[in-house]
């Protein structure tokens, strides 16, 4: 049986707000980066001109160019993205962290990103200057700061967990249980992009966590 | 233009007064759970293909309840309560804290002093488009021609952060970044699809 038992850690960290729509992973770099370094003089411009590949150009300059405002990385296999420009030591692995490493990560002064996925359940399937897009799901990254526990035996449902998302709130931070983060992020069942479903409703079948990444303090240069 | 008063459904309330209940305590506030204090309002969602199409928010879909919360230390929250699969089923989702919450509380006086808003009585609600990276006040009015929107910071794709728009301005911006969502998301190589966001 569990007892009560309180523990709450809540980093001192501050999301910037995406600069441009697709920015998600340049604010996330970007804020990370002035975490760990508050003398940090990247900005996600600056992020964008330099980890974006091919090079598109001096996204300061322009940054709502589509060469520029284009979804990237945080990190890849390939050692690209916004984590690797910064020199931010990271790592990933696939799904979700358990939330006991979760906690130690924060217990450790360490921020963890996440990638949720929304899947459609129907290709998303429309037609603009008669040419016909199809748009199976798109992804977003999110950075997790803090958790708050009242029982000696954590576990997704009981522990609450800090969400800083560069999108949905400016400067601000939300709560919720740790398998509602997982499972159900801003989709609420499914209505995140409805497509060719016969009720006109309800096409998302996923919006869930696909990665988790470890960041730590930068190395000396 | 007064705001038409609406009220949640009652779980959704007590689940509210639940979660209230157990934030930082002090010197109660007179009624936490007055139409006043919380200003209970509609959270909808609204599909692409309609914003595409031409067909608007006729079918944006009701998902949730907020509340709004503010403690005897004077921290503010927007409280989430998703309407479940189930019949009456309501779950707690998320709060969020930060400045948004009181901004968006400020804003409702601002409203009456709006001359666009003058001839009509409307319903305070929240629409969030998360494909479009939209979130923004939905003012609903009886007819949909008739609404009003107020986006929320950050915004993309020509929307200002706390301008007034019609429906029909709203919806053609709308429309415009349900292009640029199609633009940011084509020609992705499949093996870093995986890793990509934004």
Redesign the interface.
């Given at each position: 049986m569990a007892t009560k038992k309180n523990k709450k850690n809540v980093l001192d960290f501050i999301m910037q707000?995406?600069?441009?729509?697709?920015?998600?992973?340049a604010a996330v770099g970007t804020s990370c980066a002035h975490f760990y370094d508050p003398d940090s003089t990247w900005t996600q411009c600056k992020l964008a001109s330099a980890s974006i590949e091919p090079s598109p150009g001096n996204c300061c300059d322009n940054p709502e160019s589509?060469n520029c405002?284009?979804?990237?990385?945080?990190?890849?296999?390939n050692n690209q993205?916004s984590f690797v420009t910064t020199h931010i030591p990271s790592s990933f692995v696939t799904g979700a962290l358990p939330v006991a490493k979760l906690m130690t990560e924060i217990d450790q002064g360490r921020l963890v990103a996440f990638?949720?996925e929304?899947t459609l359940e129907h290709v998303?399937d429309?037609?603009?200057d008669g040419q016909e897009?199809k748009?199976p799901?798109?992804?977003?990254?999110v950075v997790i700061a803090g958790y708050e526990s009242s029982t000696s035996s954590p576990n997704d449902q009981n522990v609450m967990v800090y969400?800083h998302d560069?999108?949905?709130?400016?400067?601000?931070?939300?709560?919720?249980t740790y398998e509602?983060f997982q499972t159900?992020y801003?989709?609420?069942?499914g209505?995140?992009?409805?497509?060719?479903s016969p009720n006109?409703?309800?096409?998302v079948t996923g919006c869930r966590v696909?990665?988790s990444f470890f960041t730590s303090p930068l190395q000396n240069t | 233009m007064p705001i038409k008063e609406v009220y949640a459904p009652l779980k959704s309330a007590e689940l509210f007064k639940d979660w209230a209940s157990k934030q930082k305590k002090g010197r109660p506030r007179k009624r936490p759970h007055s139409f006043e204090e919380s200003v209970p309002h509609k959270?909808f969602?609204?599909?692409?293909?309609?914003i595409?199409?031409g067909k608007g928010l006729v079918?944006a879909?009701l998902?949730?309840w907020r509340h709004f919360h503010t403690d005897a230390k004077g921290n503010h929250a927007l409280v989430e309560i998703?309407?479940?699969?189930k019949e009456d089923e309501h779950i707690l989702?998320?709060?969020?804290?930060?400045?948004?919450?009181l901004d968006h509380k400020s804003l409702l006086p601002k409203l009456k002093e709006l001359k666009k808003l003058k001839d009509e009585d409307f319903e305070l609600a929240y629409l969030?488009?998360?494909?479009l990276?939209i979130?923004t006040i939905w003012l609903r009015a009886d007819q949909r021609d008739n609404d009003f929107f107020i986006p929320?910071?950050?915004c993309?794709?020509g929307f200002v952060a706390g301008q007034l728009y019609s429906s029909p301005d709203f919806l053609k911006l709308a429309q415009g970044?349900?292009?640029?969502?199609?633009?940011?998301?084509?020609a992705?190589s499949r093996e870093?699809?995986?890793?990509?966001?934004?």
């Amino acid at each position: 049986m569990a007892t009560k038992k309180n523990k709450k850690n809540v980093l001192d960290f501050i999301m910037q707000p995406q600069q441009q729509f697709a920015w998600c992973w340049a604010a996330v770099g970007t804020s990370c980066a002035h975490f760990y370094d508050p003398d940090s003089t990247w900005t996600q411009c600056k992020l964008a001109s330099a980890s974006i590949e091919p090079s598109p150009g001096n996204c300061c300059d322009n940054p709502e160019s589509l060469n520029c405002d284009k979804p990237w990385y945080l990190i890849t296999p390939n050692n690209q993205g916004s984590f690797v420009t910064t020199h931010i030591p990271s790592s990933f692995v696939t799904g979700a962290l358990p939330v006991a490493k979760l906690m130690t990560e924060i217990d450790q002064g360490r921020l963890v990103a996440f990638k949720l996925e929304i899947t459609l359940e129907h290709v998303l399937d429309f037609s603009i200057d008669g040419q016909e897009i199809k748009i199976p799901k798109f992804g977003h990254f999110v950075v997790i700061a803090g958790y708050e526990s009242s029982t000696s035996s954590p576990n997704d449902q009981n522990v609450m967990v800090y969400v800083h998302d560069p999108f949905s709130l400016e400067k601000g931070y939300s709560t919720m249980t740790y398998e509602v983060f997982q499972t159900n992020y801003k989709c609420h069942g499914g209505v995140v992009a409805d497509a060719n479903s016969p009720n006109g409703t309800d096409s998302v079948t996923g919006c869930r966590v696909t990665h988790s990444f470890f960041t730590s303090p930068l190395q000396n240069t | 233009m007064p705001i038409k008063e609406v009220y949640a459904p009652l779980k959704s309330a007590e689940l509210f007064k639940d979660w209230a209940s157990k934030q930082k305590k002090g010197r109660p506030r007179k009624r936490p759970h007055s139409f006043e204090e919380s200003v209970p309002h509609k959270v909808f969602h609204a599909g692409l293909n309609d914003i595409i199409s031409g067909k608007g928010l006729v079918n944006a879909q009701l998902v949730a309840w907020r509340h709004f919360h503010t403690d005897a230390k004077g921290n503010h929250a927007l409280v989430e309560i998703k309407i479940g699969e189930k019949e009456d089923e309501h779950i707690l989702q998320e709060a969020h804290f930060g400045p948004m919450a009181l901004d968006h509380k400020s804003l409702l006086p601002k409203l009456k002093e709006l001359k666009k808003l003058k001839d009509e009585d409307f319903e305070l609600a929240y629409l969030r488009i998360f494909a479009l990276r939209i979130n923004t006040i939905w003012l609903r009015a009886d007819q949909r021609d008739n609404d009003f929107f107020i986006p929320i910071a950050p915004c993309f794709n020509g929307f200002v952060a706390g301008q007034l728009y019609s429906s029909p301005d709203f919806l053609k911006l709308a429309q415009g970044a349900a292009q640029r969502f199609y633009q940011n998301n084509q020609a992705r190589s499949r093996e870093d699809d995986d890793f990509k966001g934004g």
